[in-house]
Nanobody, 124 residues
Framework: QVQLVESGGGLVQAGGSLRLSCAAS????????MGWYRQAPGKERELVAN??????????DSVKGRFTISRISRENAKNLMSLQMNSLEPEDTAVYYC???????????????WGNGTLVAVSS
């Protein structure tokens, strides 16, 4: 069983910062791309940032220069990913989800796994 758990959400004023973390645990042979998505009320889920297993990153245009995604693999038997969010804006308010493409065994072709989400609320 594979589990992704997010932490670090909360309420912050515009211009402030938050750091989200995602821990992947369970039976993991290889963890490929990891990413952060967000879904605001009444809107579709969108990709915020993505990082490959070799550290290549991509960002949504609206967060470039403000958000930084990073990952630490296999530290203390946990696969960790974080999203440092600076200069937050009310438009960043959303539920943020961690996602990862994971192979559970060498023979496994892999699946996308999702966390349950963490709420980020930015007040003006």
């Amino acid at each position: 069983q594979v589990q992704l758990v997010e932490s670090g959400g909360g309420l912050v004023q515009a211009g402030g910062s938050l750091r989200l973390s995602c821990a992947a645990s369970g039976s993991i042979f290889m963890l490929h791309n990891m990413g952060w998505y967000r879904q605001a009320p009444g809107k579709e889920r969108e990709l915020v940032a993505n990082i490959t297993n070799i550290g290549v990153t991509t960002y949504h245009d609206s967060v470039k220069g403000r958000f930084t995604i990073s990952r630490i693999s296999r530290e203390n038997a946990k696969n960790l990913m974080s999203l440092q969010m600076n200069s937050l804006e009310p438009e960043d308010t959303a539920v943020y989800y961690c996602s990862a493409f994971i192979r559970r065994t060498r023979a496994d072709s892999g699946l996308d796994y999702w966390g349950n989400g963490t709420l980020v609320a930015v007040s003006s």
